[in-house]
């Protein structure tokens, strides 16, 4: 059985090595805390958190409401500063940084798919999709550009505006966006929750491919188990810990520990 398990991992990962490009970023955690508020009304939204998001991999976080699922996601993203404790994002460890290397980290080493898509509804999706490198004052990288819009099927969408594409289409721009900037690692919370099921599942294996064929690092939170099986391993928080791991999800075994954990509460 263990055997099985490590031969399929085995493969999959010289799959990996010969079918996409080389994995890259990455980010990690080291007992990481975060408390908001002071005195009585203080809450401990993380305690000693330590999570790895391995480069090139595919990590779903999981837990009930009010875990710390945000928390640890902006936390990671330098977007909030962490009590205690650490956080590396594709080595770099943020409390080192200051604000400006934080801000500058955040628009291009981080990318962002959100539930809402958040796109500029005036630009069209081709800007909406450089929109991060336009911000860095750089060009597009025309090589990237094309192979996220080849990949993410837009290539016939670039001069739509938002309100013109479906919210699948909507949130491939939202994912090639994340994407442009080659980041150490990107960040999807719930990003199939305003999406009916067909174009849901469309997002997660296009986020599946960006972690087979791009070598990109992604982190997604979810409440669905069909959803966390698309990752190679889940993150279970309650209470702002971490509880269980997963490796190689399936649905049935994601929806089994859920219902595990919340009978132990
Ligand atoms: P989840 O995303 O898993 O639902 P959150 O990370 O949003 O959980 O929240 C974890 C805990 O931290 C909750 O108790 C929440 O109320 C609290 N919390 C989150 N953000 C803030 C904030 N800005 N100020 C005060 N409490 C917060
Ligand atoms: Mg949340």
């Known amino acids: 059985m263990a055997e099985t398990a490590r031969t399929q991992a085995q493969s999959h990962a010289h799959q990996r090595a010969h079918g996409g490009e080389a994995p890259v970023g990455g980010a990690r955690t080291v007992r990481l805390s975060k408390r908001y508020g002071t005195g009585d009304t203080a809450v401990r939204a993380l305690e000693e958190v330590t999570v790895a998001f391995p480069p090139g991999r595919f990590t779903a976080i ?13 936390c990671v993203a330098g977007l909030e500063a962490p009590s205690s404790g650490q956080v590396f994002v594709g080595g770099q460890e943020l409390g080192t940084l200051s604000d400006r290397a934080l801000t500058r980290l955040r628009r291009e080493r981080v990318g962002f798919v959100f539930q809402s898509f958040n796109l500029l509804p005036t630009l069209t999706a081709r800007d909406n999709i450089t929109l991060p490198l336009t911000l860095a004052g750089k060009g597009p990288d025309r090589e990237r550009l094309d192979t996220v819009v080849r990949i993410l099927r837009l290539g016939d969408r670039l001069s739509h505006r938002p309100a013109e594409l479906s919210g699948g289409q909507r949130q491939r721009v ?5 994407l442009v900037t080659r980041p150490e690692i990107v960040f999807a919370d719930e990003p199939t929750g305003n999406l009916d099921s067909r174009s849901g599942s469309d997002v997660l294996g296009l986020l599946r491919a960006a972690v087979d064929d791009l070598g990109q690092t992604v982190a997604m939170v979810t409440h669905d188990p069909v959803a966390a099986a698309h990752a190679d391993a889940v993150v279970f ?14 649905a049935a075994g994601v929806l089994d520990r859920i219902r595990e954990l919340g009978d132990r509460s």
């Open 174 to 178: 939202a994912l090639a966006r994340a």
């Open 62 to 74: 999981m837990g009930p409401s009010g875990a710390g699922k945000s928390t640890l996601m902006h």
């Open 237 to 250: 928080l309650a209470d702002g810990r971490v509880v269980d791991l997963m490796p190689e999800p399936t």
